[in-house]
T-cell receptor
Framework: AQSVAQPEDQVNVAEGNPLTVKCTYS??????LFWYVQYPNRGLQFLLK??????LVKGSYGFEAEFNKSQTSFHLKKPSALVSDSALYFC????????????FGDGTTLTVKP | NAGVMQNPRHLVRRRGQEARLRCSPM?????VYWYRQLPEEGLKFMVY????????ESGMPKERFSAEFPKEGPSILRIQQVVRGDSAAYFC??????????????FGPGTRLTVT
């Protein structure tokens, strides 16, 4: 079985400050990890993924995420938040040995205030 | 290059009617996934299909729900005898072939089903 936890329902940051959206996972095989963003009344957009290699992954819109195997975490980060980053963020995991089905976290609402 | 397309975007049905949701994957994608998002909740996996094959339907309710992805045409998620609890946003995603399974999923805009 695989699972994802996003411990914070909501994250609030001021524009220009760094942001972190937390994600921890559980999977029996090698984890394939993904971050998606959802704007109101829209589908999910892919941001970045970790499959193998460098633990720091860079993605779209200046976002990056750090894979930490010992802590089973894959936190999403951005050095300087923009108001336009305000959205719902989902972390997802897939078992590399059991391809196909992704399990999503419940989502974290990020609000960036001017 | 068109993305994943879903129609209708909004669907209103009375209790007891049938709902049919359509999904056309991105060009070249042969794998389709359906997810349901209830209000104030995250995405819940429903079913994963290849052309003419259901690969994993572990998230599908046992009754009233069915899905198909025929050789020609879009994938269809069918809900029979809808109830108010079926009101949700239904998202379709597609991906390339999954050898290596590193391919990300591309999501459609969703169909918002309202059952009155």
């Amino acid at each position: 079985a695989q699972s994802v936890a996003q411990p914070e329902d909501q994250v609030n940051v001021a524009e220009g400050n760094p942001l972190t959206v937390k994600c921890t996972y559980s999977v029996s095989g090698n984890p394939y990890l993904f971050w998606y963003v959802q704007y109101p009344n829209r589908g999910l957009q892919f941001l970045l993924k970790y499959i193998t290699g460098d633990n720091l992954v860079k993605g779209s819109y200046g976002f990056e995420a750090e894979f930490n195997k010992s802590q089973t975490s894959f936190h999403l980060k951005k050095p300087s938040a923009l108001v336009s980053d305000s959205a719902l963020y989902f972390c997802a995991v897939r078992d590399g040995e059991n391809a196909g089905k992704s399990t999503f976290g419940d989502g974290t609402t990020l609000t960036v205030k001017p | 290059n068109a993305g994943v397309m879903q129609n209708p975007r909004h669907l209103v049905r009375r209790r007891g009617q049938e709902a049919r949701l359509r999904c056309s994957p991105m060009k070249g994608h042969s794998h389709v996934y359906w997810y349901r998002q209830l209000p104030e909740e995250g995405l819940k996996f429903m079913v994963y299909l290849q052309k003419e094959n259901i690969i994993d339907e572990s998230g599908m309710p046992k009754e009233r729900f069915s899905a198909e992805f025929p050789k020609e045409g879009p994938s269809i998620l069918r809900i029979q005898q809808v109830v108010r609890g079926d009101s949700a946003a239904y998202f379709c995603a597609s991906s390339l072939r999954i050898v290596g399974s590193s391919y990300e999923q591309y999501f459609g805009p969703g169909t918002r089903l309202t059952v009155t």
